[in-house]
């Protein structure tokens, strides 16, 4: 199945599972987001900015670093508490040798703390960096974070019994919107994935094929 596929599931178990009023104001702040008017996220063209953040084994890694190194597919995720992020990121590992045959390397981030980046690394069994971004700041200089109104909070704290603030290890009540960048060695976006509707992701396929054209 592909990534898309596997997506449309998730989402089926999503209705079928999560109260109605949860999912009553889930969809609503998509749609809000939808139709804000806002530009979310970086364009292709645009310099990528650098960030240094840490791994779950507690080294720093620096953007421009690895851009040195190669190119970059940069992903920006919420956790790995969001089953749509997990399908995504198994998606990717599945084609890690394809991106690196083809002259890059797959960095995630997310602002989950270091601890449950590593748990879910060895769960998922990623061989790529996944990073922690716990104060959003990679994620604000890529124009993709938001705070969550107090409705969204309500709901993941009451009804899906999350707190993002402890899972998190932050006092904010933050997340990105998932997004996806392609990253030349000379650190210019060649190509960018922004979706406010989180069910959806950059498939797979789509990365080989962008790298392709770059070639």
């Known amino acids: 199945m592909t990534v898309h596929e596997l997506l449309e599931q998730a989402k089926e178990g999503f209705i079928a599972k999560v109260p109605a009023e949860a999912q009553e104001s889930i969809f609503l702040h998509i749609q809000e987001q939808q139709q804000s008017g806002t530009a979310f996220g970086l364009k292709e063209g645009d310099k990528a900015p650098n960030f240094t953040l840490t791994n779950p084994l507690g080294e720093q890694v620096t953007l421009y670093d690895e851009l040195a190194k190669s190119s970059v597919v940069l992903t920006f995720y919420r956790g790995s508490w969001c089953p749509f992020c997990n399908i995504q990121l198994r998606g990717y590992q599945q084609i890690l040798s394809d991106i690196q045959r083809l002259g890059a390397q797959l960095i995630a981030v997310s602002p989950q703390s270091p601890d449950n980046t590593l748990t879910q690394k060895e769960k998922e069994q990623l061989t790529f960096q996944v990073l922690s971004d716990p104060d959003g700041r990679a994620a604000e200089s890529y ?71 770059d070639k």
């Open 143 to 213: 124009n993709i974070l938001f705070q969550l109104p107090d409705y969204l909070q309500n709901t993941f704290k009451n009804t899906l019994k999350r707190d993002l603030s402890e899972f998190n290890q932050t006092d904010r009540w933050i997340l990105p919107i998932p997004a996806t960048y392609i990253i030349n060695k000379d650190g210019i976006i060649r190509y960018a994935y922004v979706n406010p509707d989180f069910m959806k992701r950059m498939e797979p396929l789509e990365i080989i094929d962008q790298l392709k054209n």
